[in-house]
DNA sequence: CACATTTTTTAGACTTATCTAAATAATATT
DNA sequence: AATATTATTTAGATAAGTCTAAAAAATGTG
């Protein structure tokens, strides 16, 4: 078994690799953990011990097909709890992310089971990340950044990077929730922003590149 | 903020507590922690400090007012859990337990006054134990220990004191489960056993003084 | 390419919660 | 009441996970 903080540490590299590929290196572990590089140095090296993880010296880390495999799984849990949190006791989407981390490390592969059922199997969670199946199977959902379109293009919002309750509540107030048809009326160049209408009544607003990259745009018809 | 350790050494205080008054031992306090009494020496000092119990020196640990609080917030999580496992999860009886010994220490008081809702307010856990309020304030039903009866009484099973899965399989294997009625045809002086009549097809067994005292029973028009 | 800067690792320290072994206090027995 | 037994506490050790400060490696710059 691992400890809770063992979890977290292949969490964060699962989410750090997604991004781009290869080794991830150790202050950006740190700062993600909100821990000094030091104490990740010190981890990552028993987690490769414990071939969790694959570890270069001076290079970084990268996850093992175990830990990989257990990163799933923690993401999987951590993403049933909060569709529970939201759908079942009514919480908003930005209250979910924090009480799911803790969540997350509850352990019982029964009760995950019977509380994926009761939820009747749910596909994404409600920031419109995709649920791992019970073996690790994680459908990559037909998305893209909105930061990767230009001015014209359209889609529709189908989720978040940053589950921060700050970023959430940021979207919430200007109508940017899942589902909201996007249409990009044009990019700036001068400060990579961009200028959007949503929704049906030709609301408009601007965004910074900053917030564009951590929004995930699917085709008008998913 | 508590610890997980800090919780279970109150939470086990308040059950030891509630049998027999007083203060409670050092060695009592470790076999149910299953720890050395040493450590649970070190802990309780630690706990006096911080004014949850109050120690005194080879006599043992009684809860401070400000560690029942807190003791009786765990054991309302603990029991809102278990009602969640087996109701709205399905597990039976003597799974729900274990699991909730992990949800018990999630922290978030929104949380905890969600799930109350969501459950409609129950006032007991599925082994009959009632659930303390918001505040820890706790129904204390009008129920006895069987073992406080002798032949001829009657009334309902409500509520097991050990929730052991053990204990709880070799209840449900003779058909004690919460409401069955129960009749004592007659206590057994040499082996302090009870003979039982059961439910209402004259269905008879016999349980050891041990099993009695660990049964609660209330009035037959509850 | 040599030096300066940044990143990473190592070494040593600290905290929490536990343990074992020894010392001390309380209780039981003769 | 003196001694034996049991319970409790103290002292010192250990493991996990973190930290700070110093050393070493990698990277950037003139």
Known sequence: MSTQSEENYLKVIYQLASKDVGYINTSDLASKLDLKPSSVTDMIQK??????????????VKLSAKGEKLALGII?????????????????????????EQLEHI??????????????HP???????????????????????????????????????????????????????????IKITHFNEFDQSYDLEIGTENKTLTISNQVASNLFISESKP
Chains 1, 2 share one sequence.
């Open 123 to 181: 596909k994404t969670d409600p920031h419109g990340d995709p649920i791992p199946d019970k073996v690790g199977r994680l459908n990559q959902l037909n998305r893209i950044r909105l930061s990767q379109l230009r001015g014209g293009e359209k889609g529709v919002l189908s989720g978040a990077n940053d589950s921060s309750s700050e970023f959430l509540r940021y979207l919430k107030k200007r109508d940017l929730t899942l589902g909201t048809i």
């Open 76 to 100: 999987r849990k951590h993403r049933l709890w909060e569709v529970f949190l939201h759908e079942t006791l009514g919480f908003t989407w930005d209250k979910v992310h924090d009480i799911a």
């Open 47 to 60: 987690l490769d011990q414990k071939r969790l993880v694959q570890y270069k010296k001076y290079q970084g």
């Open 107 to 120: 352990n019982s592969t029964e009760l995950i089971e019977r509380l994926d059922l009761f939820l009747n």
